[in-house]
């Protein structure tokens, strides 16, 4: 597996534009866009700095992954993200180190990237995010 950059920070936040607002206008970062990611329920910002990104994330739905996120811990990060060039190989690679997957097949996420969820039980409490960008 090569893995070749931080890809981003994943935080779960309560007000997406509240948040932007932060981000953007206070700490001057720029945006790199907004979408909805509607197989996760939720709406995304990215905010560009240097190689690597802050991925927003608001929930658009009570049963969201992130919302239930916010419920058990508050607003905060929730993941990280590392950049690979082979998302199959990464998987198989931590499938045979005995890495417990949330995702056995990667997924697409947002900003069209190919993604898959590693369990924190085996990362030492990290929700960790594989990441190939075409
Ligand atoms: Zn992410």
């Known amino acids: 597996m090569n893995i070749d950059r931080l890809d981003h920070i994943g935080i779960a936040v309560e007000d997406l534009e509240a948040s932007c607002t932060l981000y953007r206008d206070v700490l001057g970062i720029a945006s790199a866009g907004v979408e909805e990611v509607a197989d996760q329920k939720v709406k995304v910002a990215f905010f560009a700095v240097g190689d690597s990104k802050i991925e927003l994330l608001e929930p658009t739905s009570a049963d969201s992954p992130i919302a239930q996120f916010i419920e058990k811990?508050?607003?905060?990060?929730?993941?990280?993200?590392?950049?690979?060039?082979?998302?199959?190989?990464?998987?198989?690679?931590?499938?045979?180190?005995?890495?417990r997957l949330i995702d056995e097949e990667p997924r697409v996420g947002a900003g069209n990237a190919r993604i898959a969820f590693v369990h924190p039980k085996s990362t030492g409490g990290v929700l960790l995010e594989l990441c190939e960008r075409t």
């Open 73 to 99: 811990r508050g607003a905060g990060i929730h993941h990280m993200a590392i950049g690979v060039d082979d998302i199959e190989a990464a998987l198989e690679r931590a499938r045979e180190a005995g890495i």
